[in-house]
């Protein structure tokens, strides 16, 4: 593989020495692009565009062709794993992601096998592949999984939720069943994301999407812990370089010195946090990605630049920052925004480096 012709987004996450700081946005490749939608179209449904390798490469280019982003991340969905499990993942028109066979009841929860993920999960690693072949070094690749505890919200609630309450229930009255439920996912997910690591991609994401609507007791017993399993069974160098872990709990401010204390090489943070106490509390130890409100987007570009230079300015001088959003890009953002993000970064961020 030739060398990176742009490491930033890596060194950052390692706090190394850059000359600006990095951005990428979680959901880049996605429906508020033009060309993504035109692509979805004629993959006829969402799992044929996430299926084939070729889609799935076309629209984890598209955004890089727009913007001058510092890492791709692999197009996928995190329901992949639970879908290699059997539980058949389908996508109501309007209602998103479902299963037709959520685990509702002891049988079928003990029936729960980690899948072969060298089959199950083959068209994921190919894309990864033919994705790093197309890049040609010019910017990372990021690889990414659902937590255990996010993927069993979905298992177990069939699709999304207002309240959880199938799977917070069984949370507190069956915790033995939800533990076999998280702990066959932590060993897929552990394997899913080695195998994504061994097709060639640079830095994997855990997010835990659903991890902030526990209490901190049961965050630490059915989320926390399983997160650092999996950081623990995770490949951390391949082809001769390291490869940074980053794990992302939506609403997850209040437990940023334990997430940082399981290992993992950076930590997401979402928009509630001030990234500068981010960083005074955890920054010696771990990498801070984030934190824009995805909402900003909505507003002009001069107010989308000052936003910018006041994260930048938040976070201060110094590596150890890669610029996102504190969630994903909306459906109904404007790519010319976009544009001024990633351009506003960039600019106003090499004033908080050393040059190199």
Known sequence: MASLKNDTFLRALQRQP???TPVWIMRQAGRYL????????????????AKNPNYATEV?????????LDAAILFSDILTVPDAMGLGL????????????????????????????GTTLRYVTDAVSQIRRALDGTVPLIGFSGSPYTL????????????????KTMLYERPDLLHHILDITAQSVIAY???????GVQAVMIFDTWGGSLSAAAYQEFSLAY?????????????????????FTKGGGLWLEDIAAIGCDAVGLDWTCDIGAAR????????????????????????????????LASYGHGSGHVFNLGHGVSQFTNPDHVAALVDAVHDLSHAYHTPT
């Open 60 to 68: 984890t280019l598209q955004p890089l062709a727009r913007f001058p």
């Open 280 to 311: 005074a509390r955890i920054g010696a130890t771990v990498a801070l990605q984030g934190n824009l409100d995805p909402i900003t987007l909505f507003a002009q570009p001069a107010a989308i630049r000052a936003q910018v230079g006041q994260v």
């Open 34 to 49: 033009p060309e993504y939608n035109a692509t979805r179209k004629r993959a006829g449904s969402f799992l044929g565009l």
């Open 18 to 20: 850059t000359p600006y």
């Open 193 to 199: 994301l080695n195998a994504q690591i061994q097709a």
């Open 90 to 117: 389908y996508f109501a028109e309007g209602e998103g992601p479902k299963f037709e066979r959520p685990l509702r009841d002891e049988a079928a929860i003990k029936k729960l096998t980690v899948p072969d993920v």
């Open 227 to 247: 997160l650092k399993r999996i950081i623990a069974g995770l490949t951390r160098e391949h082809d001769g370089s390291r490869v940074p872990s980053i794990v």
């Open 152 to 167: 069993a919200c979905y298992m177990i609630e069939g699709g999304g939720s207002a309240d959880f309450r199938r799977i």
